[in-house]
């Protein structure tokens, strides 16, 4: 379905390759967020990058947007190295747009619903000749995100919106500037359960109408199942499992995406897999697996059986590419078993 | 028949510049000690109001009809010193949101404490410290986290402190106002864990507020599904989440869709238009213009809340036709 968007004129590609991000603190503390990932997404698909806070997924989000300078590695757009200067900054900008997540804040609440779909348009200088006048350009970016007749909402303000109407004002600012990929941080999170179903599909209507691309992170994976072609599953900095959505959530390798899935309330075919403690501290990354310190397989001595786990504990595993897999020595070495 | 709480014919009413706006009309709920009742629904379907009524924390601006009963004694017409007693000690909620609700400058040990402090004067410092350990332990926390302050603690760790500050008087009844919705699947799974432990083992009762159909059948006996200010449906929390009898019950359960379920792959279930407005409510049956089953009949009258099956009710007119 990709090959169908001609990729010189409408379609766009952003690729990770070993994109690493540090921060260093004020005490001199470095946190690594990224720590060599590997991710692509086009116009046409739509990409659910998982975890839970501080994986490092939005992070990883903002580098691929060109929001987030990189430390290492290199963002690719169209195949080439993203430029760094302010016009090529501001043209990729137009073509990639991000959508916050919580639509009450990332609204000015004194601008009406037209300025804050125009803004975008007047920094651009995107409204030029008869046809294509802001209030024209305004009102089909407003009907495009599901608002309509867009007329009777260009004067309202945020607080005269439900939280719906207010994610969809903002994805109309991001639609505004006809880009070619999104990118939705936590789209729905914020939003009631019956309005969330209307957003994932306004996201599906865009792909199919537009051939717009989504990149979406979340931490739900309900979500990815509605409506990702692909899923990456990110654990502190590092991509560990991905793959097509319906092979990744059906038939998890990964024990922390085992573990994620078996404490979605809803699924009951499975054990609960409830992992103690949390994501470990940035600044102080376990060697070997960095899940290790947190894994059941190797807790149950199921890696120790297989061999394993002393690479478990000491042996750093490979940047998973682009096009997938899964970054575990225990499912590498069963799988280089013949059964 | 439920001891612990009974709710009766409660209707909270907020006076606005605008006009009345009714958040809750006419609910009648119970829960017993070692039950867990969920309460689903959505911004503005009056959960959270009916939440802080029953501990009387409403507003000055609503003017509450009906009875809470607690162990017998109404809430509503209560002298204000025995409303004291029954904060904390009678019933305590968690709120959603632990981040707002803690003090920032204060450690979390001594945030836990003050609740004992306030409530047992009598008790000695080396009593109190003791008991703020075991409380940490109960929801999953080395004792010593005590001396952090809550920037020190993660989003999850920061909802356990106000789990253990809400059981700090050992109440009968806590409320959990979407007590994991700020959190992510894994400590959201590990919250849920401490709560269902703490019911079981200490015998409370608990009312669970969330608009996930899914995390509250998880935990829930019962469930209560509220739209526009009342229940809709009521019934054993299992059913109420895999046999929906309200077509409104139906649509909040398909939102969160089933990992692996063919039918919700590219399809992610929705429904259109928004709750509606409190101030002009719609004629007959409120969720009417958004339901997908709606008939002529429906907007006659508004529908009560009567048995449909032997132990589920539901407020609706389709359901159980012929």
């Known amino acids: 379905m990709n090959d169908q968007i001609d990729a010189a004129e409408n379609g766009l590609s952003l690729e990770a390759r070993d994109v690493a991000v540090t921060f260093t603190s004020r005490g001199g503390a470095v946190a690594t967020a990224l720590d060599g990932v590997d991710l692509s997404v086009r116009s046409g698909e739509i990409v659910a990058l998982v975890g839970e ?28 190295p993203m430029g760094r200067r302010g016009r090529e900054l501001k043209a990729l900008r137009r073509r990639v747009q991000m959508v916050l997540q919580d639509p009450a804040g990332a609204l000015n609440p004194r601008h009406t619903v037209y300025d804050s779909v125009a803004e975008g348009i007047r920094l651009h200088g995107l409204a030029r000749g008869a046809d294509r006048t802001e209030e024209r350009m305004v009102a089909d970016a407003l009907s495009a995100a ?6 009777r909402l260009f004067l309202r303000y945020p607080h005269e919106l439900s939280g719906g109407q207010r994610q969809r004002v903002l994805i109309a600012g991001a639609l505004a500037l006809q880009p070619q990929l999104l990118i939705a941080d936590e789209p729905v999170s914020s939003l009631d359960a019956s309005i969330r179903g209307e957003v994932l599909a306004l996201l599906l209507r865009l792909r199919a ?46 024990p922390y995406t085992k573990a994620l899935l078996s404490v979605v309330p809803e699924t009951d075919r499975v054990e609960p897999v409830v992992l103690q403690g ?8 376990p060697g070997g697996c960095r899940f290790h310190p947190r894994c059941p397989e190797l807790a149950s001595g199921a890696a120790a059986a297989a061999g394993v786990d002393v690479d478990c504990r000491r042996a750093l595993l490979p940047v998973l590419p682009a096009s997938g897999g899964c970054a575990c020595h225990l499912v590498a070495a069963r799988q280089s078993v013949p059964s | 028949m439920s001891d612990l709480l009974r709710i009766e014919d409660l209707s909270v009413t907020y006076a606005t510049q605008e006009g009345p706006v009714p958040a809750v009309r006419g609910v009648t709920l119970g829960v017993d000690r070692g039950e867990v009742l969920g309460i689903a629904g959505e911004s503005g379907c009056g959960k959270s109001t009916l939440a802080s009524t029953i501990l009387r924390l409403q507003p000055a601006s609503a003017t509450v009809d009906g009875r809470v009963l607690m162990d017998g004694e109404d809430v509503v017409t209560m002298r204000w010193g025995d409303l004291r007693t029954l904060r904390w000690a009678g019933a305590s909620i968690v709120f959603q949101g632990a981040l707002h609700s803690l003090n920032a400058v204060r450690r979390v040990g001594q945030q836990i404490a003050e609740p004992i402090r306030l409530h047992e004067p009598g008790v000695g410092d080396a009593e109190v410290d003791r008991r703020v350990g075991e409380l ?47 959190l992510d699947v894994m400590v959201q799974a590990q919250v849920l864990d401490v709560l269902t432990t703490l019911v079981r083992e200490a015998g409370l009762g608990m009312i669970f507020i969330s608009h996930d159909l899914a995390v509250l059948a998880e935990v829930s006996d019962r469930i209560a599904v509220m739209y526009a200010g009342r229940v809709v449906e009521q019934g054993p929390a299992n059913l109420v989440f895999t046999d929906p009898l309200h077509p409104y019950a139906a649509a909040l359960g398909a939102s969160f869709p089933r990992v692996g379920d063919p039918a919700a792959r590219y399809a992610p279930a929705g429904l259109a238009g928004d709750p509606p407005d409190l101030r002009s409510l719609p004629a007959g049956c409120s969720f009417a213009p958004r339901c997908p089953r709606a008939v002529d009949a429906c907007t006659a009258a508004e529908p009560v809340l009567e048995l449909k099956r032997p132990t589920r009710a539901a407020a609706c007119i389709r359901v159980g036709e012929s």
Not at chain 1, 146 to 151: A, T, W
Not at chain 1, 214 to 232: C, E, P, Q, S, Y
Not at chain 2, 150 to 158: E, F, I, Y
């Open chain 1, 278 to 285: 949390e994501i470990p501290d940035p600044t102080r990354i």
């Open chain 2, 136 to 182: 940490l332990e109960q929801v999953g926390l080395p004792a010593a986290r005590a001396k952090a302050y809550p920037h020190q603690l993660s989003g999850g760790q920061r909802q356990r402190v106000m789990i253990a500050m809400a059981l700090a008087c050992r109440p009968d009844l806590v409320i959990a106002d979407e007590p994991t919705t700020a």
């Open chain 1, 53 to 80: 806070s501080g994986s490092g997924k939005t992070t990883l989000a903002r580098a691929l947007a060109g929001l987030q300078p990189t430390t290492g590695g290199e963002v690719l757009v169209d195949g080439e």
């Open chain 1, 209 to 254: 109408e537009l051939g717009l691309g989504v990149l979406v992170v979340t931490h739900d994976l309900g979500l990815a199942w509605n409506i990702a072609d692909r899923t990456a599953v990110m654990y502190l900095g590092r991509i560990v499992e991905a793959g097509p959505t319906e092979e990744l959530l059906t038939n998890p390798q990964h």
């Open chain 1, 146 to 151: 599901g608002l309509r007749p867009p007329e």
